[in-house]
């Protein structure tokens, strides 16, 4: 069932492509891994992987795709062909920076996706050598030093049906989710690990498809987390959503938007899932309203920006 | 493979029974969940099973038996056919506070172990509800108010055979280990997850089979383990190890010894694998005498003591 | 000039007596240290004087007085004096629980105050001896476990008349100021040390005389007040503000009522004042309604809600 | 008797001058404010004044002077009448980058100090510019990005000449001290502030006059100073001694050295004292043996080590 280990890359769309290279590498604290193409690729110190994010321009600002990487070359053929039977499949491109041959598909809602198993490992280049051997990467503490890229937040016109293909085709088990009290799914938490959530979808308050709600990097503590609000803050990003701590999923958080427009987030905590048994948390309309852990009121954009930026119909 | 979800219990011996508790409730900050047959049995606030420790008395100290739960009753069975073949297994037992049927069997060290799938909920009493519903039981604040169960380190005469048996009976994948100039293997760090470590064995400086090394709980910080040892400190606990970073798998640490004479850290951080093609870190003797990750030199008695306590041939 | 050397001490009035001192121990970790004439003494683990709060049974909560400690028997005889010019001086009385003779005056809001320099150092019973000498009180770990009073905001009708008195005649060195377009001042932070605030006064929104703002106790890390606030959100206690990092003076904040009615604050962080010529920051309308240091908006209560509550006009 | 407000700046001596600033700018993250007369002026982020740190070329590593801040020029006067009645005094110069008239003079172990009272404000340039008014400048989160010079440390071969002096002439209240078995005292904690030390001497092992044992540089959490033994660590700087929590005074450190030789201290944490009859702390020798505030042991370099570097006779 665990064919997917996890989400390798993601690559950002952007109309600011400099200014949004200069906020992930000195306000997040990336390492610019690559350049080809037009694109630019990045990396977080704790990634075995060579990047796990790529930066390339466009009109506007949201995700070009997401990169999932499967656990053998066996399992990419097979959920290859489980996404196949569902018609959303788009056949096998050669690789890219970093990575080899990958099945491109899009999920129900739109979102380009792909499945790779080849996956270049880091060799770092003698002045990012760390000093510990089972480290990546040289720490280099340049602005919020992210240590690697978390999860993804998309927007769906249709939760349901991307969490169906999410666990069903891809593997994800399904932690915590939000229905409303007409009934409608309107967020689902989902992972493959014990992480808490590692691939989110919620209700995009537009009914477009496509979008994203945010990407989020991690770090190691809480406390790093309150300094990347004094980062932003001192950066002239624009903080979102100060730092606190989440009812769903409990993760740590701080929201700002990057220079060409999209979401991001520096976030930890949460907690692990162990039990095979575990039984998905369902949050009620009301439970939601009450805010987030400690009653912070969640901001109306919260619940409305995604990239690309659509108007209200 | 991954038939194995996670080290659900441990069984720890104590010739002073009524201390012990009192460490594990007022000093870990964990909750009395039951009392049957002259044992005691343990929680921590954030464990969605009934209990994780279970104190019994006895003439020393050391690990009566570690309980692992299966991911489904056929995962079960599968583990327990594959560990019959190797003529280690001993039978089923009824089950246990908490859990249901379980599979015994010794690990090629001696350590008794049981694997389990079906396992009680837990069901707060109304002074224990939590107020968010993703959190198993109400936080408490009391002492070093440990998370849950983190991972349990074996001492073994042959690390190797353990090793081997924990991988290809139990499905644990091997992220670290230590390997001397003579060739020896003396330590491996193994796991179920993403998790850098669940389970260690070390190599038994006096050459004892089925001793423990220590039981480690988590807290969600640094801070919180720094915080411990300020806890241990006047709450009178022997601090073997104060806080520091190890260097083998990143944990952050405190080791102190409950009044039985178990070793018991509390621990946080670490790193997450999530690359499928991981390769184990090897760690030389010269690189292991360079001690923990910021220098800090190992005690010796981090070598050698273990329970139940042996004398040096 | 430095005639007074801190805020000893503050007796808090509440109409619910028991479960307000249930509040300060079993939530905030405090100990209770004596019981007289209907009143409870407490005291946090970090001080070294008996006692810093003293609870009385009352119709509605408030602040009974707040008392200041002078430097020495001389600098009590001058600031009495000074005082005692200003026609807001009330007389000696002969003292209370772990302090001797008490200058009582109010201040020109009719906030009842009292000097004094003698004090009873805290003599720890032998179960709440420290293992350190350098620390007056054992550290037991329960609930927020917090050290010290740290400061004192109350509501003024007049804020440059309180804040005058508190500067000329108490020796408050101004550190930080809100004046309106409209040329009010409607809040000074002052101190008695390079800590940046010990004392504020804030405009009354409704015009009374007399009234609390909050009382903050310190905790030394950021991580204790995120601690905090799952103690509140787990023991029913109303967060008012969740943490977050206020813009004026800096300091990281929890805010809840206790059962009485008071507003508690737990607190950390700030910066210090080591010039001699530091000038007062002052800052606008215009930058007050950016809200908190890293934006977020102030719940209105925080501008309202005072003890003993008035109803507006 | 508070004329002296705090330590304002130092003059480090380093026979790699380069290597050194590179150190305090990339390691430290302090910023280069001025060059003159081949010295380096740098800063960190939270000072008010221009600079606290010059850089000066050496044949030997070591402390070429002190700057100690007067409250007023009537203090600086008083201070500086009181210094020439011992006859230490060296008379007035002109100043220097920052600040103003300063007057000259030695401890009685040696050490030059100065006195002054004008000091530059610091005027941030554009890029430097903090978001928080109440801030001095921009936080650029490069390397452990120390907030301000925290505490001296200085080796002396007569610790109780050097404390008096430092008490009487100077003002420094005494609130810790180790008195050996035999009655010599080693070691002496003074501060002008709440702060717990800003001035320490500790007996020189060799018997030696004028030398430095450490300067230390404040950053607000330990999580800063645990990450900052990380940043040491990738950035092959030697660790003395990996963060832990002090028994004498309670600061959490981490002692490195920098490239020119000079031992620095990243630090938090501490107490205050606000109590005008605090009582100094002694230490025994059998306390002391006990190490650090958790056990760790003290490393035998921090008990001789010193720059200049000498010999043991």
Not at 41 to 69: F, P, V
Not at 96 to 123: C, I, K, Q, W
Request: hydrophobic share 40%.
């Amino acid at each position: 069932m665990f064919d997917v280990a996890h989400i390798g890359h993601l690559e950002l769309l952007t109309p600011r492509p400099q200014e949004s290279v200069g906020f992930f590498v000195d306000v997040l604290g990336m390492e610019e891994e690559a350049r080809e193409g037009g694109s630019v690729y990045l990396r977080s110190w704790g990634e075995w992987q060579r990047t796990s994010l790529k930066l390339t321009e466009s009109d506007q600002a949201g995700i070009a795709h997401m990169g999932l990487r499967a656990n053998s070359p066996e399992a990419l053929e097979r959920r290859a062909a489980a996404i196949e039977e569902t018609g959303l499949g788009d056949g096998w491109i050669d690789g890219d920076v970093g990575h080899g041959p990958a099945y491109r598909f899009t999920d129900p809602d739109g979102h380009v996706m792909e499945l790779y198993y080849e996956s270049e490992r880091y060799n770092p280049p003698p002045h990012l050598r760390p000093s510990l051997k089972n480290q990546p990467q040289r720490y280099r503490a340049r602005g919020c030093a992210v240590k690697r890229l978390d999860h993804v937040n998309l927007l769906a016109a249709d939760v349901p049906a991307a969490r169906e293909f999410a666990t069903e085709r891809l593997g994800y088990r399904l932690h915590e989710r939000i229905i409303l009290d007409d009934g409608r799914e309107t967020g689902a938490w989902m992972s493959l690990s014990i992480a808490a959530h590692e691939l989110i979808y919620v209700a995009d308050a537009y009914g477009a498809r496509g979008r994203l709600h945010h990407v989020a990097f991690w770090v190691d503590t809480r406390e790093e987390v309150l300094r990347a609000a004094d980062i932003f803050l001192d950066h002239d990003v624009h903080i979102e959503a100060a730092p606190s701590k989440h009812a769903v999923a409990q993760g740590f958080f701080l929201y700002g938007y990057e220079p060409g427009g999209n979401r991001v987030e520096v976030t930890t905590g949460g907690y692990f899932v162990y039990d095979p048994d575990f039984e998905p948390i369902v949050w009620t309309e009301a439970e939601r309203a009450k805010g987030q852990a400690w009653g912070v009121k969640t901001v109306e954009s919260f619940h409305t920006y995604g990239t690309p930026v659509v108007e209200p119909a």
